[in-house]
């Protein structure tokens, strides 16, 4: 079976001018053509089978929105080949649209006056959704959530959650093979974003569409991803699943510790005591990553405890977040 998304080799490149500065600089600037070309994607080669949940992450200016924007459609690959079902998504955009649903960050699909359900039917009419398909989806809506309360409440009235859960809806309704969320969990409290997981599973569960998901928040990529894809300056540096991942660090733990004190003072300190481990504090705890290839935590809670009284403590594996700071850093061969 031929893969949903099928990328080889894809590379966009855009030209900039090169801007200078002031107003004579920008008087100048409208007859220059002195640009430069700016890889924002470097040959990136992947595959998606259907019913995935592919985590597709990346610093900001990584080259993950342009990626999108090729997958979806809108941008042409410079150079290379993307198969979205098997068809080029930039030379059959109007078809591509009909088997892909997008939610981007904060920017709504929802008309903003009207109530949920006049939208969820203005959808229907526009993707052409038989009754039969729509009562369907109403119905596992229902079963889901509790979407009752909101379905004859304006989108301008509900609040961020109410409204990234009615988006998120909306994407789904069509019944798509492929829906893309960008940031779908930003600017959420911890209950709602628990609410939008839970329901992004239970939707990839029962219609086994596959889900793209872009995200700084990496609880969202352990609730949901299996798989990641990392890219850093438009260059691929991971494809694999997560436990995987975090095979590569199985030496890296977490020693937390609560002294007496100021915690961010203390943790400085600390940070000085031993210069080659990474050390942050917040309000509860002070976190110490030590890699036991070069020094054990033993070592390093005995070397604590001999200059300060440690009240309580705690040894973690080491975190998704951890690994893909790690990463970003680093790189990974």
């Known amino acids: 079976m031929a893969p949903v998304i099928d990328i080889k080799n894809v590379t966009k490149e855009f030209k900039v001018l090169n801007r200078r500065e002031g107003l004579a600089g920008s008087i100048k600037d409208l007859f220059s053509r002195d640009y430069k070309t700016v890889r924002a994607v470097d040959n990136i080669t992947m595959s998606i089978e259907q019913g995935e949940i592919v985590g597709y992450l990346g610093p900001n200016g990584a080259g993950k929105s342009t990626t999108i924007k090729m997958m979806t459609g809108v941008l042409e690959p ?34 903003w006056a009207l109530p949920l359900v006049e939208s969820f039917r203005l959808l229907k009419d526009i993707y052409q959704i038989s009754d039969e398909d729509y009562d369907g989806m109403m119905k596992l809506y229902r079963s889901l959530v509790d979407i009752e309360p909101l379905l004859h409440k304006p989108v301008r009235q509900m609040s961020l959650g109410q409204r990234t859960l009615s988006d998120i809806l909306a994407a789904f309704l069509h019944n798509p093979k492929i829906v893309f969320l960008d940031e779908p969990t930003i600017g959420l409290d911890v209950s709602m ?26 609880g969202d990529v352990d609730a949901l991803c299996r ?6 300056k438009g260059r691929m540096l991971y494809d694999n699943d997560i436990s995987h991942l975090k095979g590569f660090f199985g030496s890296y733990r977490t020693l937390k510790i609560r002294v007496d004190g100021d915690l961010k003072k203390e943790a400085e300190v600390i940070g000085k005591e031993f210069p080659a481990l990474k050390v942050e504090a917040d309000d509860e705890w002070i976190s110490i990553l030590v890699d ?30 951890e690994v893909i700071k790690k990463i970003y850093e680093e790189g990974v061969e």
């Open 193 to 218: 974003k628990a609410k939008i997981r839970t329901l992004i599973h239970a939707l990839n569960k029962e219609k086994n569409t596959t889900v793209i998901l872009t995200t700084h928040d990496m």
């Open 292 to 321: 036991e290839e070069k020094i054990t935590v033993m070592e390093v809670f005995t070397k604590l405890q001999k200059t300060r009284r440690v009240r309580d403590m705690q040894l973690e594996e080491i975190s998704t977040e």
């Open 227 to 232: 798989r990641i894809v990392i890219i850093d």
């Open 78 to 111: 410079t150079s290379g080949e993307i198969l979205v079902n098997g068809k080029l998504p930039y030379k059959n955009r109007s078809k591509n649209a009909q088997n892909i649903g997008v939610v981007f960050g904060q920017r709504s699909q929802l008309w």
